[in-house]
Nanobody, 121 residues
Framework: QVQLVETGGGLVQPGGSLRLSCAAS????????MGWYRQDPGKERELVAA???????NYADSVKGRFTISRDNAKNTVYLQMNSLKPEDTAVYYC???????????????WGQGTQVTVSS
């Protein structure tokens, strides 16, 4: 069994900052890429940022220069530092991890339960 648990969402004013965390736990053999996606009601889920096990990153154009993704491989945790937040960043943010379980080495994608981020004055 593998779980991804996100923390750090909430309500923030425009221009403010939030830091999201996502910890993966369970029978994990290895983790490849980890990332953050977001989804507004009625819209498709979109990639916000992703990071490989080696530390290479990519970002959606809409968040470049404002958001920073990082990870702690020893803790199986990925972070998303969000600065200069805008109302259009409001969404449910989901953590994603591509990993192999100890019991079954097939590469699979897992999702967290999501955390709400609301940017409003």
């Amino acid at each position: 069994q593998v779980q991804l648990v996100e923390t750090g969402g909430g309500l923030v004013q425009p221009g403010g900052s939030l830091r999201l965390s996502c910890a993966a736990s369970g029978s994990i053999f290895s983790i490849n890429a980890m990332g953050w996606y977001r989804q507004d009601p009625g819209k498709e889920r979109e990639l916000v940022a992703a990071i490989t096990s080696g530390g290479s990153t990519n970002y959606a154009d809409s968040v470049k220069g404002r958001f920073t993704i990082s990870r702690d491989n020893a803790k199986n945790t990925v972070y998303l530092q969000m600065n200069s937040l805008k109302p259009e960043d409001t969404a449910v943010y989901y953590c994603n991890a591509e990993l192999r379980r100890s019991t079954d080495l097939a590469l699979r994608k897992y999702w967290g339960q999501g955390t709400q981020v609301t940017v409003s004055s």
